[in-house]
């Protein structure tokens, strides 16, 4: 899928729900949060840690500074060496790493089920004793530049997205991309590190998700043990840095000499699951269906129509996520056929929008979508992965694990004329941001 | 934002009790069946492998990729738009995957009777009247054209292109696998319909299924899905790729970075050394974090995001490859620690602490290796295929323990050699 592999948000009605997940919540004294779910067909457990920080809680100059620390935590505590964790994890079987992401920096092992006490006596540790030395940050540093230039430097479609998200958001913090701009990666300072690892890295900013062969009780009591003896701390105030209200369309050309195709990028401001007003939350659930009706799936109509249709387009599709903490973006992106410019592609996209705001979608295809996510329920248990993924991102944006509980129903609640009032609040061109990616010579 | 690039090694193996139990059975038409049960979950996955990979192109690269990926555009009286209706309607995947060696046709659903029945008949039916329509053959090429071109500017496609050449030169593993802009231009629906007919057979697939299903209900599901396929004959064994002289390639490219592929000819799937090279390389550019590689490279000198080595055993010998990406001006001197770490590795081979320590990673994360429907059908998949033996996987973590670092170390020195080596640099070469 061009989409996930080019802007990397990974979104859609296939991926986005837990259902009726028995999960038992416990809290230790100093204020980290324990979820526990049972799953027993395999001798294996996985277990993640989840800070509340990411690229959306940085500020200007020290852009993708949580990604940095995320690289910094796997370099050596007061009583372990750097290389240490993953040796003594590999060394029990086990795979481990780290993710961060714009809300979230979340660490996680894979293990034997018996071994999970291994996971934990690290990763407790790590919380408040990791030391960040210049010597070991500087190739480190290094390796981050590496990893941008790999992602984004050398992608244009990254870089539309990571340019039309800076020009999308202007007073949030969703403007930055989570690996930071280079030149804050090249300025960052030990002590730049330390004072967010002091800041962030604490029991009451942190959930524990253990998912897998495990008996709940006996998590909490390891739990207890390995992390209940660290202090909590003071969090960071987190300001509000919201969006203000976009008032008019926003359109940026990239003109690269790397790229070799157009492609196409367009954002509607839209709320999340965690900004929406409790009275209408049903909106987002709307925005969710809408983005099945729009690509979830092969018959969708933005595939059928652009792609297979019309043969405008040799990949279309919408993206839309409504687990983000803060105002999001309804995405849309496309990559035009031969001979087909960027303007007629967007004419076409909006042929499809104007239906959407003119008439209500068939019941048939909320029938298909209901199907799709009725079998997602079930394929996304082969995956204790995902189904901790899941936990720690509710969790950790905000909303509460419990809402994954919700998900089926309230997806199965969305009605034709509550898709036509979304599209007709939403798809308008005042809140409209465009990307354009336009292929040039090199000189 | 992922800290590796490779994070899910191979690991393998420990508590054999653990490893699947296979059912092993055969449809009327002669289709070889593997069968794992998995009632925890109402889902099935199935997996139709065919030995219809682009090995099987002959002069008309990528027909054996489009002839697969063609195969659900729908039938003479089932519209291509019916067909995704249908599975969609019903919250079922259906999909096609093509490698060099296999041509896989797949699906997903819940166990729910008349959802199951009906995506399998639909299935079922597809793979055995594919339309080849001629205008959606001609709209798929248009796409795979414009994917071409792409690649002509991705550094990883050219990069691997090269690197695939420079290994088999003429071997049918050279070219990449959905072909190139003129050769797929030139296919026509007739050769795909030839191409179908001659290896789309029963004597040539084998069917992987896990999930909630009983044996007799496999029995009776793999019989229907199958039944349409006419027997037919295996296609003749393909030819050994021969070892090519050395070779130094650089494609220029105007990227920040330079990717380096270093490598040669490795061993087939079933091959008698191969866990030793395996372990071997778990040791030198394997195990991620771990590895020498990364620990010299990436640790050490900050060099690269990732870099790693592997072995991909195919039906004949596959590739050995190292590779990994560096700002363009350290290219050379990430060649050059590439190149030692090989040399002092096939000198010297693991130390006995890195033997152990591999050891116990592979055979001690066994579990996560099958822990998931959509893992096990995997490895099942590959071991019909490969025809290797069914207990496979209860055997693995026996088989790698029972290595010496003297075994690992023969097998090192008998299949690997720098003065075999190929290079293929894609890069910006002004930066150096």
Redesign the interface.
Known sequence: MKFLKRVGVAVSMMVSLVAQAQVHEYHLDNGMKVLVKEDHRAPVVVSQVWYKVGSSYEHNGVTGISHMLEHMMFKGTHTHKPGDFNRIIAENGGSDNAFTGRDYTAYFQTLEASRLNVSMALESDRMRNVIIVDEEFQPERQVVREERRQRTDDNPGSRLYEQFSATAFSSSPYHHPIIGWAEDINHYTVDDLKDWYRAWYTPNNATLVVVGDVEPDRVFELAKKYYGSIESGPVRGLKPQREFTQNGERRIQLHDDKAVNPYLLMGFKVPSLATVAPEQEWEVYALEVLSGVLSGGQSARLPKSLVRSDKVASSASAGYSLYDRMNTLFLLDASPSQGVTLNQLETQIWTQLNRLKQTPVAESELEKIKAQVKSSSIFEKDSIFYQAMQLGRLETVGVGWQKADEYIEKVNAVTPEQIQAVAQKYFNKRTLTVGELLPEEAR | ????LI???A?FA??LQ?APQIERFETQNGINVLFVA?P????VDFRLVFDAGSARDGANYGIANLTNHMLLKGTQDIS??EV??R???????ANTESYKDMAVVSL???TEKPILDKSIALLSTLIKQPAFDEAVLS?EK??L???F??Q??S?DALANKAFMKALYADHPYAHGSSGTAETVEALTAEDLKVFYKRFYVGKNAVLAIVGDLTLEQAKQYAQRLTEGLVSGTKPAALNKPQAQPATMEHVEL????TQVSLGHLGVERGHPDYFALYLGNHALGG????SRLM?EI????????GVYSYFNPMREAGPFMMSM???SEKAEEAVRVMKQQLQSFIETGPTEEELV?SK?????????K?????KVIQYIAMIGFYGLPLDYLTTFNEKINSLSRDDVMKAWKKHMSLDKLHQVTVGDSSEK
């Open positions: 934002m992922f800290r590796m994070v899910f090694l690991l420990q508590s653990a998995a925890e979950l109402p889902m291509e738009e995704v209706e599975f969609e309607s019903m919250g079922s995947v997903r659903s819940i709209r248009q796409r054209l414009l994917a071109k792409e002509e500017k550094i105007n990227t920040t970075q195990s991620g974090l771990n620990k990436r640790e050490k000198r900050g060099l690269t995001y990406k560096t700002r320590f116990k990673n592979i055979t001690g994360g066994f579990p996560l099958i822990n998931g429907n959509s």
